[in-house]
């Protein structure tokens, strides 16, 4: 009888757990699609053209050193990866920071519910997707964008690694 009650409750978790990654999923590609769809109305921001200038130095085997306060590396590569692979555009160079800002999204859905309940998790992450700030913010090449994913994230991991 215990054996089955424990079969039971595994099943339970993991039909749980499919469930939170759809909708961790389904949030993502929601708000990817909103941040694609409104990027055709954004202009281009002031330090777009040096974060994608740095990014294009790779190419050619220069690595930029000087100022990675303001333009992460990490954020280069990713520019540089992108624009290697979908070309050369505004679109292009503009991918890393829209998927990253739909991760944010996600990983926000993912704390909401590990910190009060899944509904909170799913109006936290659509609040964040439909804010006008994240999306005229969030469609600009800034280092802003990662920095708040890994805050989340940073907020997130105490709660879903096991304790020591």
Do not use: C
Request: without cysteine.
């Amino acid at each position: 009888m215990t054996n089955e009650r424990e079969k039971q409750k595994i099943s339970m978790k993991i039909s749980f757990l499919k469930s939170d990654k759809m909708v961790f999923l389904v949030v993502f590609l929601a708000s990817f699609g909103l941040l694609v769809a409104s990027n055709s109305i954004s202009m281009v921001g002031g330090d777009e053209g040096r974060f994608v200038f740095d990014a294009m130095q790779i190419e050619k085997g220069l690595w930029p050193v000087a100022d990675h306060t303001t333009r992460g590396p990490l954020l280069l590569v990713l520019i540089h990866l992108s624009s290697k692979l979908f070309g050369l555009s505004l679109l292009a160079f503009r991918l890393p920071v829209m998927v990253l800002t739909a991760l944010t999204a996600s990983f926000l859905f993912l704390l909401g519910k590990e910190l009060f309940s899944r509904r909170v998790g799913v109006v936290a992450a659509i609040i964040f997707a439909l804010n006008p700030y994240t999306l005229w913010n969030n469609l600009i090449i800034k280092t802003e964008t990662p920095t708040l994913l890994f805050i989340v994230i940073a907020l997130l991991a105490p709660l879903l690694l096991p304790d020591p």
